[in-house]
């Protein structure tokens, strides 16, 4: 049982009709879907550029944050104007808590002609003799950088007292700072 000549020409004309037909139909909504496709991909790299550019602006900002705190604190460190009985106070405060007995503390002289005329603050170097165990200097220095002024250690020599001695003779130079002029900027 086959198929006429004339049944497999409907059939064939039916399949040939059948193509045109989802050519013209189908196709058109293929390619538009294809068009989707492409633009959402597209979109997606495009939210996902944009959620990048976020996350650094945030970390950028908390950065910014974090690094206007640490100004904010140098800045609340410095000195409105020369006060040379605070900071000799800051340094005395916590000698007796650790054993140390200062021989002598007097500011050096000012290097104003050197100090650089841009910067907002002037620098006021203390030179320091003292006679301590090693491990109360550590601690007193620990407690330096936890005191409200800024202090910066320029330099520091460290000698025993005496042949067998377990104290030291320790010299240095810390430097206090002070907003150039009377008030702070």
């Not at 959402?40 to 705190?69: M, P, V, Y």
């Not at 006679?131 to 550590?138: A, E, F, K, N, T």
Request: with cysteine; glycine share 4%; charged share 30%.
């Amino acid at each position: 049982m086959g198929f006429s000549q004339r049944e497999k020409i409907f059939l064939i004309g039916a399949l040939i009709l059948s193509l045109a037909g989802w050519f013209f139909l189908c196709a058109p909504q293929w390619r538009e879907v294809s068009r989707l496709k492409r633009d959402l991909a597209g979109l997606t790299r495009s939210t996902e550029e944009s959620r990048r550019q976020i996350e650094a602006a945030e970390r950028l900002k908390q950065n910014l944050q974090a690094t206007q705190a640490k100004i904010n604190d140098l800045e609340r460190r410095i000195l409105p104007r020369r006060d040379l009985t605070h900071i000799l106070e800051q340094l005395a405060e916590r000698t007796k808590d650790y054993n140390i007995r200062i021989l002598s503390m007097k500011p050096k002289p000012a290097d104003e002609e050197k100090a650089n005329p841009d910067l907002p603050y002037l620098s006021l170097p203390i030179e320091i003799e003292m006679r301590c165990r090693y491990l109360d200097l550590g601690r007193y220095l620990e407690a330096l950088q936890a005191q409200p002024l800024l202090f910066n250690m320029e330099s520091l020599l460290i000698q025993p007292e005496g042949k067998g001695s377990s104290r030291l003779v320790v010299q240095m130079v810390l430097t206090a700072y002070m907003w150039r002029g009377q008030e702070k900027r």
